[in-house]
Structures are given as C-alpha cells and as structure tokens.
C-alpha cells in the first residue's frame, strides 16, 4: 500500500474524483503506527471510488492548494517543540479549514497542540491553536494500554493510549467518547476520551485507531467528499467491495483481539 501525492484511479467509471489529503508533519509526529491512518484512509478512498492525493507536509513545505481532510499524529514533546514555529504560522490556515467543515483527525501530540495550550512537565508551555476547546498538563503518570471507549456517534471505539499529558476539556468541545474505568482515557479523572467540535476529532488513540474503527475513516471520508463535492457517492465494482468487506472483517477480529487484552 502506498502513500503517494497522486495516484491512478480504481473508480470503475471513467471519472476521477480526487480527494486530497494533508498529512501534517509525518517526520516528527508520527509515532505509535499513526501512519496506519493514513494507509487506511488511503486505502478505503480508492475502494469506495475517490482518488487520495496524500500531501505529507513537513516544516517550510509548501501548503497544498487544495485540502479536502487533515490527518496528523503524535509525537514526543521534542517533536511538539520542533513543528511550533511552522504550526503557530499554518495556525489561521487550519482554523479556517476547520471552520469550513474539512474533516480533521489528530492524534496525541497534535491533539493537544490543536487546543489552548500544552504545559511540559518542566513548566514550558507550548501554545495551541484552539481548534479545540481543551488544554493539556504534563504529569508523572503515563497512561498506556488498550483501551475501549464508548461513543455516542461511532458506537464503541478501540485503540492503544500512551500519553502522560493529561488533557481537560472546555464547555466548546465534546468528548469522543467516555471511558468506564480510572486512570485512562483524556486525564484519568473525568471518564471522557478525546475531543470534538463539528468535524475535527481529536483522541489519544494512536495510529489503530482507523484500521480497527473503519465508521471513523468512512466518518472522515463522507466529510470530505462532501466538502469537495457536496455530496457522497460510493462507486465500486464488485471487487472493490468485496476487498472493502474483507478489510472490514479484519478490523472487527482485530477488535475483539485487544477487547480481550488487559492494559
């Protein structure tokens, strides 16, 4: 599977219909696997008939001329450091698009520095672009495991949490989901997981997250195509869905298996 700026179309018609894709700072947030949702994304793109255009942007890059969805992950707070400049600069251009409607998953480190603000456990403080009504302390104890979560729109969700920022939510943001148990999910104290406001998602789960919840990429993907297009449409011969119910059987086994695995 490859992650390409432009790719041939497996539309059975003769139409191409891009959707492009910003990938934000792959070389320093992107750990934990979170390149698997962009492969995923990627992937089901193609099989339900739109043409992804990835655009892996790095600092000083050029910005894309055409953003249909926004994809970024996680990093150490070394990398949240190293991106600051670029992203305080990009800041008004996501906050527009946001404000457009493009569909937006951030992971982790971006989570956080997509709110007010994040405070390192050494007191610097890196400032956010209050996308999301949320901010973040770094704290002693790390929050790593499995983790189920239950969400009023996607149902249950799975993934694999490591952060030991801990992350309260504003009166602005909802949360993705709740979390039954003590110390896990956004700071181990109020049961929620993760951050939304309209179409921007925000979730400590790392880059399982869409290959084992495909209703969030599809989430994703039906945002964009109706930012693009202003409607979705699925167009597939009987191969493509065939493979599509492959992979969505893969993802539900998948998600049993770390159901059943302790923290």
Known sequence: MSISAQNTSTNPTDEVRPIDVLWLY????????????????????????????????????????????????????????????????????????AAEGVPMLVICGLYQLFGKYFETQDGTKIEGISILDAYTVGRDVRMIGNLTETSDDFGQIVGYENHSGQTFLGKGAQPLGTVAGEGMGNNGQDHTEGARVNNVIGTYMHGSLCPKNPAIADFLIRKAAEHRYGTYEVRQTPEMAAELARIDADAHNAREAAMQRPR
Do not use: C, S
Not at 30 to 57: C, F, M, S, W
């Open 26 to 97: 792959p070389r320093d947030m992107n750990i934990y696997g979170d390149t698997g949702n962009v492969l995923t994304v990627e992937r089901r793109l193609k099989l339900q008939g739109y043409e992804p255009r990835i655009h892996a942007y790095n600092q000083n890059d050029q910005w894309p001329e055409h953003i249909d969805m926004v994809l970024g992950g996680g990093g150490q707070d070394t990398g949240q450091k190293k991106i600051g400049e670029d992203f305080q600069r990009r800041a008004d251009d996501l906050r527009k698009l």
